[in-house]
């Protein structure tokens, strides 16, 4: 790598850690004491770094010590631990698959969630192409060198970046050369091993391996996940020129088995709702990353990657539409057609929910006829397909120099990304067995075997093909108007089109996914930061970014064509992208030479957000630019070292709201307009007045650590994460109040505190021994928390028409609160044996 950052010479080592030297409560807190020089990436390509006092935002950045010594299993749990306004939801129920959120920004892997986070890897957008969401069981733990937290909307990291971005640099042979092994083993059958091996030779070729093994059966039933993840890096380097090459490889299966209803989850805390829910992840990204320098004040990095993605979902629900049916006893037409068919045992009469707690002759039946099975039967098994192929290329240049006599950087870039997607889902008909796993029968949701719903073909496929393209150009320039006061100007121009193509409807169909879009913006940042005495900074900043809406809110736009969310899509009038605005301001320093502290305030407008509303169709709704959001809130922050001790302490306070008016569906609420009218139990909907807070957002964040060096080899760190109490999903309003009849549960998820503990303990200088307990004292707490309709009863049996009603009147359905289940106490204990570690040849 080049030998220089701003305004300083420094060696290739000191711009090695470029992105992970910086000014986060954490990198404070961990072992090893700060440099006296902090580097922070600015850009997502590695190799430009700028002084952590002239940068105008409160930026977090961990190294690989400190998340190896964390005991997280992925980035995304780490985060959750151990960064400041970070905390997570398990929508998804399974470990590798959390919705991570900053600032009440989300990074998802869960397609249809508005995702308000860019995630980079070497200079890779991470990003997935189709509906812009994050698999985190695609970045390897282990080969992760250092991540940067940058906050706000900081344009200079593309498209997404609302509320944050995260860079993460990897690993090189040269930085990590020798050999390491680890075996671990833990709860619920855990078991993994990690094998890294790195070096270089007399020539200046290096190259570094990292491959990993996961197995584990998961907590809750039918949880298992498998991970299996290659990363490996060839690099040359001489006095000017830098070169790598990375191959990253990852075949993953992952199941998670979602929220559970109120009731079923107090009398099993492992149980689930349906099952499965299987998500296959196979994923090959080539990158060639490289740098050179000119001279001592010029510098070019970039990169050209290639990713090819595979990912298929096999999802068991309950069928919502056969929860208002009379499903349980077969009529004369169903019995004929069975007897026809070959069947028997079926009941000819008699059958009732009370004695047939999971029925399934009607279903059978109904699928023999092609009559109403979508209507009958009560399980659906999803399935979708995605095929997503992106590439593209990214340089910079970064000059230092003076102007007007002082000292100057400008950074100047482009980039290309361009992508190809296929996307497929479809649905089959069966029905719910008493371990709630779904048989599927043969009906489908085709428009032909599935049979009618309200008379119209029963019809849920979506075969999409689309291309992205997106360029942007971008600059920064850091003017020093004295030594200790820095003024930085920088802004990013990025046009996007999407061009979506429907293989099942022909265009100038209503129903057409076709469509051409193309969005374009430029977004500008300014900060300042001073720095009046040598243990005082001070920043401010203001900073714009924006995303384009992606192809699934593309898909269900169209107030003519409402859709369900997000397994269906419809026409495709254009939508805005949405822009936000952040502002903060702030103070760090340090006190008594090791104490270091931070406070600062944020705020954070989002402009033609989008949401999914609710349609006059009962259950419908399609997406649509939304007014106005707001996030906005205080940051503290502490740490030093007393002796053998490390502490650390953050805080935030954090108030995310709606700004505007609207209409969204409420039909899970108590509050909603058909229960207001006297008729509880049918779909309504809800309104949101400006000021109303913002679903599955806390308002408090606390996190507390304390690492303690019993001896030189021997290491216990623990912390503690804590949150405060959210609002539930579909209680947008604030105002559900369960009755306990026909609304069930509180509408929202309580506050929890989680405490984890950890050691490590050096037997040689090869062989150590490490162990991990996380939720200590096995505190039960729910992550998130989603208000539905639902289809069992306390015990756990299926019942439709729980609560009566008639033909003329219709059936009203039982409605309650689910929840996301946080883990309970695990532990896990590794052997971990370093071989030679000195360069290879």
Not at 244 to 268: C, I, P, V
Not at 368 to 389: F, H, T, V, Y
């Amino acid at each position: 790598m080049p030998h220089f950052v701003p305004f300083c010479r420094l060696t290739r080592g000191a711009l090695a850690l470029s992105a992970a030297l910086g000014s986060s409560a954490f990198a404070q807190q961990n072992q090893t004491p700060l440099p006296a020089v902090e580097i922070v990436g600015i850009t997502p390509l590695p190799g430009v770094g700028q002084l952590r006092n002239e940068i105008a935002a409160p930026v977090q950045v961990a190294r690989k010590g400190d998340i190896a010594a964390s005991g997280a299993l992925d980035l995304a749990d780490f985060m959750n631990r151990h960064l400041g306004s970070v905390h997570v939801n398990e929508m998804q129920g399974n470990p590798f698959q959390m919705d991570v959120s900053y600032r009440g920004y989300t990074a998802s892997p869960l397609l249809g969630t508005p995702q308000g986070m860019s995630v980079y890897m070497d200079g890779v957008r991470m990003n997935q192409p189709f509906g812009d969401v994050v698999s985190w069981d695609l970045i390897p733990r282990g080969a992760i060198a250092s991540m940067t937290l940058m906050p706000g909307s900081n344009p200079l990291f593309g498209l997404n970046t609302l509320g944050g971005a995260i860079s993460v640099q990897t690993k090189d042979g040269r930085s990590d050369p020798g050999t390491d092994l680890q075996v671990t083993a833990g709860s619920n059958k855990r078991r993994a091993m990690e094998f890294e091996h790195g070096g270089v030779n007399d020539k200046d070729l290096s190259w570094y391996v990292n491959a990993n093994l996961f197995h584990e059966d998961g907590w809750r039933a039918t949880s298992p996940s498998d991970v299996k993840q290659f990363f490996s890096k060839l690099g040359w380097r001489n006095a000017d020129t830098d070169l790598k090459l990375t191959l990253s490889h990852a075949d993953n299966q992952l199941n998670g088995n979602g929220l559970q209803e109120q009731r079923l989850l107090a009398a099993d805390r492992s149980s689930v709702y349906t099952s499965p829910d299987i998500t296959q992840n196979r994923s090959t990204l080539v990158n060639l990353a490289g740098s050179h320098s000119f001279n001592e004040a010029l510098q070019f990095s970039g990169n050209v990657y290639y990713r090819d993605l595979r990912t298929s979902t096999y999802n068991g629900d309950i069928n919502e539409g056969a929860m208002d049916q009379s499903v349980v006893q077969p009529s004369a037409a169903d019995r004929a057609a069975l007897t026809a068919a070959g069947y028997s045992g079926f009941p000819a009469s008699g059958a009732t929910s009370a004695n047939t707690p999971f029925p399934y002759w009607t279903c059978i039946a109904q699928s023999l006829q092609n009559d109403e099975p979508a209507e009958k039967c009560n399980g659906l098994i999803n399935r979708s397909r995605s095929a997503q192929q992106n590439y593209g290329a990214s340089g910079q240049l970064t000059w230092l120099g003076t102007l007007a006599g002082q000292r100057n950087q400008f950074v100047a870039g482009a980039g290309y990304d361009a992508s190809r997607v296929q996307f497929s889902q479809s649905s089959q008909l069966g029905y719910i067995n008493a371990d709630h796993s779904i048989t599927g029968v043969n009906a489908f949701g085709d428009g032909v075997s599935g049979g009618t719903v309200d008379g119209e073909p029963y019809d849920t496929r979506v075969d999409l093909s689309g291309r992205i393209r997106t360029w942007s150009v971008f600059a920064s320039d850091t003017i020093s108007m004295r030594d200790q006061l820095h003024l930085t100007l920088s802004g990013r121009y990025n046009t996007t089109t999407v061009r979506n193509r429907d293989a099942l409807h022909a265009d100038g169909d209503p129903a057409s996914l076709s469509g051409n879009h193309k969005f374009a913006r430029f977004n500008p940042a300014i900060g300042l930061t001073w720095s009046p005495t040598k243990t005082l900074n001070m920043y401010a900043g203001l900073n714009e970014s924006s995303r384009a809406p992606t192809a699934i809110e593309l898909g269900c736009a169209n107030p003519e064509q409402p859709c369900k969310l997000p397994n269906a899509m419809a026409g495709d009038p254009p939508l805005n992208q949405v822009v936000t605005r952040t502002a903060e301001a702030g103070l760090r320093g340090t006190v008594a030479g090791n104490l270091q502290w931070n406070a600062g305030v944020f705020h954070a407008e989002n402009r033609n957000d989008i949401l999914f509303v609710a349609d006059n169709q009962a259950g419908y709704g399609y997406f649509k630019n939304f007014g106005k959001t707001q996030r906005k809130g205080l940051e503290l922050g502490l740490s030093g070292k007393l002796g053998k001790m490390t502490l650390g302490a953050q805080y935030t306070l954090l108030d995310a709201t709606y700004q505007s008016s609207e209409i969204v569906n409420g039909s899970s609420n108590s509050s909603n307009d058909t229960a207001a009218a006297g008729t509880p139990g049918f779909d309504g909907v809800i309104t949101i007045r400006p000021g109303d807070r913002i679903p599955l957002i806390p308002r408090q964040l606390l996190k507390l650590s304390a690492d303690y060096a019993v001896t030189p080899g021997f290491n216990i760190n623990s912390n503690m994460v804590a949150m405060a109490g959210a609002l539930a999903r579909g209680n947008e309003n604030s105002g559900h109040q369960p009755d306990g009849v026909t609304y069930l549960g509180q509408g929202r998820s309580a506050g929890y505190a989680i405490f984890n503990l950890g050691a490590n303990y050096a037997v040689t200088p090869q062989l150590q021994l490490i162990g991990q307990i996380n939720n200590v004292f096995d505190t039960r707490y729910n992550s998130a928390a989603q208000l539905g309709a639902t289809g069992f009863d306390g015990s756990g049996n299926f019942v439709a028409r729980p609560l009566g009603g008639s033909a003329a009147d219709g059936y009203p359905s039982q409605h309650s609160t689910f929840y996301a289940p946080g883990a309970p106490r695990l532990f896990w204990v590794g052997v971990r044996y370093a071989f030679d570690k000195t360069a290879g040849g």
